[in-house]
């Protein structure tokens, strides 16, 4: 199949250009991001030094999750990712819940990330946090989504340098704080299960809101298959390119986690910090190296620009399904024949972070983002257990050990989060039944 052969969809089709490198970079600018960043931070202030326990409980049900991801993706590579799955595989009321879970959270964790990446390069830079935070997030988003109109070859190039700086800035921080945590690593791991904010809740319930905090940060791997159109030979591409940005970020938070609570301690690690600063970068100042605070920072930077980039990138792919099924407008689903890049998708994707973006303040809960994500993931494994014998490439205990991790622990975090999780997904059901019923379209209309 040549590089730039369609997907063959009503709608046009999109550019094969992703082999196992680009993909799997792609998944790691989703993954190494702001949960690498913050989500370790809050992790640690729940669970304590057992945040390694978490990270690595996290990890396994991702694989799980990444694996179910994968074969579904590999059996239909189509643009949409769960959203798509849901349709074929389960209900059109499973995949839209699905889709609508998905921008939602999503949405504000690129605000987020745009905002992010405006606080650190002034951090970085010295400059005060000021009214030109939010110009320097808006200048971002405008600029990402201008990227990523050009094509996805262009944006593929540009994350790859986006995620090398990152990735180079947190092997930094292990290599330097190294020498750090094996000094004070005895000290500070020894009152393992002890939360250093103070939670007088059982250590293991404790350690169960960390797991689902943490597994957040592992769902950028998912990008891969939401972009399952533009991926050259996908039955064997995409499985390769999920496994393998999951391991490398696996390795990373690891390390990272055992670095950060054995040089400096839970309390100083689990400190989530302000707007204006990340916790690797004030623990790396506490290393007496020489401008590593700096350095973090620049790896901040890089990473919330992957995040945003990504998130632009994965968005508009679930927004052209969903137009293309009748749950967006039918205009969001046309594909420009020039570069094979859904224009109208990208443009709303784009208009609605701009304007999340500029109220100046988004910052969407992790436990929230947590419960959102666990539903997207719990569908992913109800439709990979429906998948026909001939197209499994694994076996339905895998998808069965992700659907029960998913829903036992989507009710493990704050049940103020789960509240507003549950009323988010009924307000857009309400909304896909008024809009079906204008429109006199049934859930079949769309791409089959």
């Not at 550019?15 to 600018?29: K, P, S, W």
């Not at 839209?96 to 951090?123: E, I, Q, R």
């Not at 990340?278 to 007496?288: D, H, N, T, Y």
Request: proline share 4%; hydrophobic share 55%.
């Amino acid at each position: 199949m040549s590089g730039r052969e369609a997907a063959g969809d009503a709608g046009g089709g999109l550019a094969r250009e992703l082999g196992v490198l680009g993909a799997t970079m792609m998944g790691l600018g989703s993954i190494i991001g702001t949960g690498i960043f913050v989500s370790i931070g809050i992790a640690t202030g729940v669970a304590g030094p057992s945040v390694v326990v978490a990270i690595v409980a996290a990890a396994g049900l991702a694989v799980c999750n990444a694996l179910s991801s994968a074969q579904l993706a590999a059996s239909h590579p189509t643009s949409g990712g769960t959203y798509e799955y849901g349709y074929v595989y389960l209900n059109p009321w499973l995949g839209f819940a699905a889709g609508w879970m998905f921008l939602c959270a999503k949405s504000a964790s690129a605000a987020t990330a745009a905002l992010g990446f405006a606080g650190y390069t002034l951090v970085a830079l010295g400059a005060p946090d000021s009214a030109w935070r939010v110009v320097l997030a808006l200048a971002a988003v405008v600029g990402l989504t201008g990227l990523v109109l050009s094509g996805l070859r262009r944006s593929s190039a540009a994350n790859i340098i986006i995620v090398s700086v990152t990735l180079s800035a947190l092997v930094f921080f292990v290599v330097a704080g190294l020498p750090a945590a094996v000094r004070s690593g005895e000290e500070h791991f020894r009152a393992f299960f002890e939360s250093p904010s103070g939670d007088v809740r059982s250590p293991i319930v404790r350690l169960l809101e960390a797991t689902a905090l943490m597994f957040v940060a592992y769902t950028g791997y998912g990008r891969v298959a939401t972009m399952g159109e533009e991926v050259r030979s996908p039955r064997t591409t995409i499985p390769r390119a999920i496994v393998l940005a999951l391991v490398a970020a696996m390795v990373l938070y690891a390390a990272v986690g055992a670095v950060g609570v054995g040089a400096a301690g839970a309390a100083v690690f689990g400190s989530v910090g302000t707007e204006r600063a990340a916790p690797l970068a004030v623990v790396a100042s506490g290393f007496g190296v020489p401008g590593a605070g700096v350095v973090l920072s620049v790896g901040a930077v890089t990473a919330m620009l992957g995040v945003l980039l990504n998130l632009i990138l994965g968005l508009s792919r679930v927004a052209l399904a969903m137009g293309r099924r009748g749950d967006l407008p039918a205009a969001v689903a046309r594909v420009s024949g020039w570069r094979g890049v859904p224009v109208n998708a990208v443009l709303l994707v784009g208009a609605v972070i701009f304007v999340l973006t500029a109220v100046g303040n988004i910052r969407l809960a992790w436990s929230l983002s947590a419960f959102t994500v666990l539903v997207y993931y719990a569908v992913t494994n109800l439709a990979a257990l429906r998948l026909p014998r001939e197209r499994r490439l694994f076996h339905p205990a895998i998808a069965w050990v992700g659907l029960a991790g998913c829903l036992g622990l989507a009710f493990w975090v704050q049940p103020r989060a789960w509240g507003a999780g549950v009323c988010i997904l009924a307000v857009g059901l309400v909304g896909r039944a008024l809009l079906r019923r204008r429109g006199g379209r049934g859930d079949g209309a769309g791409a089959a």
